[in-house]
């Protein structure tokens, strides 16, 4: 399990590739697999063996030129590319280092494991990034909805075995925990990002009369005392302008209010509580950790129907979707109508660790079957 060199697992915060690869690594281990987990020496993820070039996350030289953060991803690499060579128990790698991963297990050729390298984000704008796949029939790709594979590059789809939708700890026995009072208000969970839509919520919410709560980090800053210190300089950051200019308008601390980042419990009882989850999105979102999240704590999802949403959310049942900005917060008006428990119930099935892992170990035989092929 190729972890990578930006963060421990599990992270110490923030790290949506480095929890999927915390809760997906125990269940497998339960099914019997034996994994070796090639990742910063400070992570603490139970494994049976761990393989480490950098002894802590390298996540703050992320801010450096782009070919310092390469050089970075590749010594790690070389590292675990020098481990594949020297042992010959590796039966399969399982990636996740975005782009550079793949080709560099690819470029192995015939002497590397067969390999899936899963994908993280939604990369129909940048084929260039992984650019043509040596290495044939050993090295394959899952997304994390259908949604996001149909519209990744040529060169990956071909190379695609499936998807496989994320899950999070919260869904197990999620239709048996106490059922949390529900307040009057929305929440928008996730980084403050035009393509996540702030700005449309908070104005919907004005429209309708709802209160609204935005949890989310803007760029760097995690919490607003954070943001307003920071000055001028701040506006540097692309999400920094998209929040001061399109949604601080909206937000009067009253009807709007920005808290921040919100984690573990916190962020439990904030999500749960809620009336609707809203997702007002402007970008084909590719795998919805937080929409995934929503449902397992009996929260209705309302969103628009990007990305993976129509795969995630039964309309009606677990949540309401609508192509059309505007009548959203029509929708929001109604969501008080959906069922709470079903949304548990739903997440209790489809979206358990114990799904994903079993789906991921279906992949693995395919990937092997298909490295064996003539
Ligand atoms: N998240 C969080 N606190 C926040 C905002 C987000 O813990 O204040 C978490 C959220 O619960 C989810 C992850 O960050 O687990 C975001 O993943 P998602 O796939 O929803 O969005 P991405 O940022 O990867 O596009």
Not at 151 to 156: E, G, N, S, T, V
Not at 217 to 242: I, K, T
Not at 288 to 312: F, I, K, Y
Not at 328 to 334: E, I, K, R, V
Request: glycine share 10%; hydrophobic share 40%.
């Amino acid at each position: 399990m190729n972890a990578g060199p930006w963060l421990s697992v599990p992270p110490p915060g923030y790290g949506g590739i480095e929890n999927v690869i915390a809760t997906l690594v125990p269940e497998l281990r339960r099914l019997g697999v034996r994994v070796v987990l090639a990742s910063v020496g400070s992570s603490t993820l139970p494994v049976d063996e761990q393989v480490s070039v950098f002894a802590d996350g390298q996540f703050a030289a992320l801010q450096r030129p782009y070919n310092q953060v390469c050089g970075i991803a590749q010594a790690h690499l070389a590292g675990v590319v020098r481990e594949l060579h020297s042992r010959d128990d590796i039966d399969l790698v399982h990636d996740h280092v975005e782009a550079v991963g793949l080709a560099t297990l690819a470029a192995m050729g015939p002497a590397g494991p067969p390999t899936l390298h899963t994908l993280h984000w939604d990369l129909a704008k940048h084929p260039a990034l992984y650019g043509s796949l040596d290495g044939g029939d050993r090295v394959r790709v899952n997304g994390v909805s259908a949604s996001q594979l149909a519209r990744a590059p040529l060169a990956l789809r071909e190379h695609s075995v499936g998807h496989v939708h994320l899950s999070t700890p919260l869904a197990v026995d999620a239709d048996r925990r106490p059922r949390p009072e529900k307040g009057e208000h929305l929440l928008i969970l996730g980084r403050i990002n035009p393509g996540k839509g702030q700005d449309v919520g908070a104005r919907l919410a004005h429209r309708v009369g709802l209160p609204l709560v935005l949890a989310g980090p803007v760029g760097p800053y995690h919490r607003p005392a954070d943001l307003a210190a920071a000055g001028d300089e701040a506006r540097q950051n692309p999400d920094v302008r998209f929040f001061l200019d399109e949604v601080a308008p909206h937000v009067d601390g009253d009807l709007v209010r920005w808290v921040g980042t919100v984690a573990g419990q916190e962020r439990d009882d904030l999500l749960a509580s809620a009336r609707a989850s809203l997702f007002p999105l402007r970008w084909e979102e590719p795998g919805g950790t937080a929409v995934v999240e929503s449902l397992a704590l009996g929260t209705p999802v309302v969103a628009t129907a990007r990305g993976c949403l129509p795969e995630l959310i039964e309309h009606g049942r677990t949540g309401l979707l609508t192509t059309d900005e505007e009548e959203l917060g029509d929708l929001l008006l109604a969501a008080e109508l959906l069922d709470p428990d079903e949304c548990r119930r739903v997440a209790a099935q489809r979206f358990t660790p114990a799904v994903m892992a079993q789906r991921y170990v279906e992949l693995y035989e395919r990937v092997r079957q298909s490295a064996r092929a003539p």
